[in-house]
């Protein structure tokens, strides 16, 4: 029987089975990484697959076996997915993908420190705490996914989640011989629980995030939306039986989840107030300087941003609960409204290059967007460079 049978009927995890996740990670992937650090041959892969980058790219020949096994057993969706409402889905996206990249960089990243298990992770894990760097590659990973057809032709997410999946092994892998990390206390790093966790906070709380801020999103959009995450996490090496198979199972979860592993942690803050202080880097001027604060309050928990010690500014707080309210009167509007349609679509397109835009080492950074989807945003091919 499976671990997980009771959530079919939406009842929720019980507190001993989240704690089971905890000490799960992913074999499949696991055994890829056991076996590159064994033969020294971590370097030689990475170069070989930053080259990998297209779904009809084939899988490079100079390859350990046991790297070539693996792409080839996760180049394909589940049998059970659905491509049909996978590509449904490019609808939504091409509408408020631009609204979607903005709660997640606003929203998701600062949920995601909520959790002080993965915040010492990543706090171990030096590469991955930096917040430019984390922003950027999750908006492409989210960017990939809003493609036409994600995991068919013309596509570029499924090589991204396949080297996503190898990261999260290889942060398995070292974090666990730290001497800092104590595995009986703390169990697995990136464990089924912490993969489970970064999946609702990137489906069911974006559409929340998105809700409020104004967004409406329909009961069949925000389903879709959640559907091609539970697709995404299958590739991504998340337990099938894992993952509710509705979004109403995911909500329902996403609350016991909530309580069950989120916490105020010196990890989370410090990750948190990095992350504010690149925002302030990419909004020109001081008077913007509160504002950013004041949309992360609005896109997520109250008590999780006071856990992070999230800035409050009454002012700004007023203005963005204004301009939510300002954006669902628009939204209402856009169907017979052409300037309303307008102002929302410029809207998107300063929420995108304002919010997928890092600096790195002084430089700017934008994100690889496919053409389609800069015609459905407004976003420039060759987008004007910070300076």
């Not at 069911?204 to 959009?221: A, F, K, N, P």
């Not at 420039?380 to 460079?385: D, G, K, L, S």
């Amino acid at each position: 029987m499976s671990l997980l049978g009771p959530l079919r009927s939406a009842v929720p995890y019980t507190a001993e089975q989240l704690d089971a996740l905890r000490f799960e990670g992913d074999p499949l992937a696991d055994a890829v990484i056991a076996d590159l650090v064994a033969t020294g041959q971590v370097d030689e892969v990475n170069a070989v697959l930053a080259e990998f980058r297209g779904n009809d790219t084939p899988i490079p020949e100079n390859l350990p076996a046991s790297v070539r096994s693996y792409l080839v057993a996760t180049d394909d969706p589940p049998a059970w997915a659905d491509l049909d409402r996978v590509a449904r889905a490019y609808q939504f996206f091409a509408d408020d993908g631009v609204h979607v990249a903005s709660v997640l960089s606003f929203g998701a990243m600062v949920n995601c420190y909520a959790q002080p298990r993965p915040s010492r992770v990543l706090d171990l894990t030096h590469r991955l705490n930096q917040p430019h760097r984390r922003l950027s590659e999750t908006s492409q990973f989210v960017v990939n996914m809003m493609a036409p057809n994600p995991f068919g032709a013309g596509g570029a997410f499924v090589p991204t989640i396949q080297k996503t999946r190898l990261i999260h092994a290889a942060v398995r892998h070292f974090v666990a011989q730290s001497p800092e990390w104590d595995a009986e206390q703390d169990g697995v790093p990136v464990c089924q629980q912490d993969l489970l966790g970064a999946l609702l906070i990137f489906s069911v709380q974006v559409l929340d995030g998105m809700r409020r801020i104004g967004i409406s999103v329909t009961e069949q959009q925000a389903a879709d939306y959640y559907y091609v995450w539970r697709v995404t996490g299958a590739l991504l090496g998340i337990k099938t039986d894992a993952m509710p198979e509705t979004l109403a199972e995911a909500e329902h979860l996403n609350a016991t989840l909530v309580r069950a592993s989120y916490a105020p942690s010196p990890e989370g803050i410090k990750l948190t107030k990095g992350l504010l202080d690149l925002y302030r880097d990419l909004f020109p001027g001081k008077a913007f300087d509160a504002a950013v604060p004041a949309m992360v309050r609005q896109v997520v928990d109250p008590d999780v941003a006071d856990w992070l010690q999230v800035p409050k500014s009454r002012g700004w707080t007023r203005a963005v609960g204004a301009a939510s309210r300002v954006m669902r009167w628009l939204e209402r509007r856009e169907d017979d409204n052409r300037v309303a349609r307008a102002v929302l679509d410029k809207a998107g397109t300063l929420l995108l290059t304002g919010s997928v835009r890092t600096l790195t080492n002084g430089q700017s950074t934008t994100l690889s967007i496919p053409e389609d989807l800069r015609g459905h945003w407004n976003v420039p091919t060759c987008p004007v460079e910070r300076r």
